[in-house]
């Protein structure tokens, strides 16, 4: 393609996501949800879909699949043809205190930078290495596909377009219980994470199969809440199944499993996290 050409490329593909953008708005509650919902694809955004659109990660994007506290997820189309879940961060710091919070103290994610769209980006980053951690684990999760800036590119889990039911929606037996159970278990000892944010609206169930997602929020098994997060999770978990008449394990009994000899959890222990100097943190 000539220079020319390629300008031209680059002005339609914006333009078209610009409509689309405009045409999917969603409705919000008030001002300040506007503000956050207008600046989800601010120019930024387009110059990072555009360059997953030009090295063949991302063919087109369409509608929004939905709008979240933290991200948006959009149905998009891979080169292949196949669908794509394309889930872009909102860059607003005030939304991200308690994400900070469990940033602090990752190992992985030592000498961050600071400021709304760093973190941001942060976010994708974090939640691509989960999902790419917990697949390595043999635990089911959309497979990860790309990341760039505050863009993250993963298999979407649906048919036509729409999302799969979550467990929430769902009917459910003793072996999604136990299902679940075993992928709380393969994240800690095999993946070496703790999901953290994990309920039934955080899990699929398609095709008979539990899919975990939503990982942005996951923190590595050496951070000094790991085990308080790990707990809450098996309560969450508990509690829903519980609700829908299963006769769940103790909560204290789960965790001891869960963890088996590898407690304390593996790797040098970390210092506690400072709150000092993050926007919003006060
Ligand atoms: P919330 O604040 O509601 O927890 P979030 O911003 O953390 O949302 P997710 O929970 O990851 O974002 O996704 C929000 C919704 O987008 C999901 O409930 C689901 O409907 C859809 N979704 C997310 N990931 C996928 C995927 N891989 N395939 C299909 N749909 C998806
Ligand atoms: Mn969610």
Redesign the pocket.
Known sequence: MSGAEDEYEDRRISEELLRRERRDRIKVKDADDYKVVEGVLDSRTLMVLYSLMKSGHLASLSGVVKS???ARVYLGKAASGGDLAVKIYYAVASKFKRRIMYLEGDPRFEGIKRGPHALAELWARREFMNLKQARDAGVRVPAPVAVRGNVLLMEFIGEGGRPAPLLAESKVDRGDYDALLRYIRGLWRDAAIVHA?L?E??VFKWRGELVL??F?NSVDARHPLALDLLRRDVETVNRFFASRGIDVADAEEVLREVLGRCRPPPGPALAAPSWSGYPGTG
């Open positions: 979240g506290k933290e944010d309920s609206y955080n997602f939503d942005g």
